[in-house]
């Protein structure tokens, strides 16, 4: 009785063909990539940066502070105080009929 054919394939040179290759493309986009921050961090393009990343941080914790303010804070009773006294100033005609 026959056996079934083996066939052997080596593929270790296919393999460390591979990983070079593959090495290689890192090695080439990580300078690609540390060319692209080199030229993008220029010293305008930065103060452009920072300047719009801070303006923005600033305007969002202003705004959370306004908003805090506004909920649980002293304008809070200031609002509520002035919508009571707009319901009553729009509803006095209401009680003077009702009377």
């Known amino acids: 009785m026959r056996g079934i ?3 052997k394939i080596s593929i270790e040179h296919m393999t460390q ?3 070079h290759a593959f090495s290689q493309q890192m090695f080439d986009t990580d300078q ?3 060319e692209e921050v080199k030229r993008y961090c220029s010293e305008d393009n930065l103060r452009a940066v920072v300047s719009t990343a801070a303006r923005n941080a600033i305007d969002a914790a202003v705004k959370k502070e306004v908003e805090t303010f506004f909920r649980y804070g002293v304008g809070a009773d200031i609002v509520k105080k002035a919508v009571i006294r707009r319901l009553e100033e ?3 005609h209401l009680e003077d009929a009702h009377d």
């Open 5 to 7: 054919p083996v066939i």
């Open 32 to 34: 690609y990539v540390q």
């Open 17 to 19: 063909s591979i990983m």
């Open 90 to 92: 729009d509803t006095k």
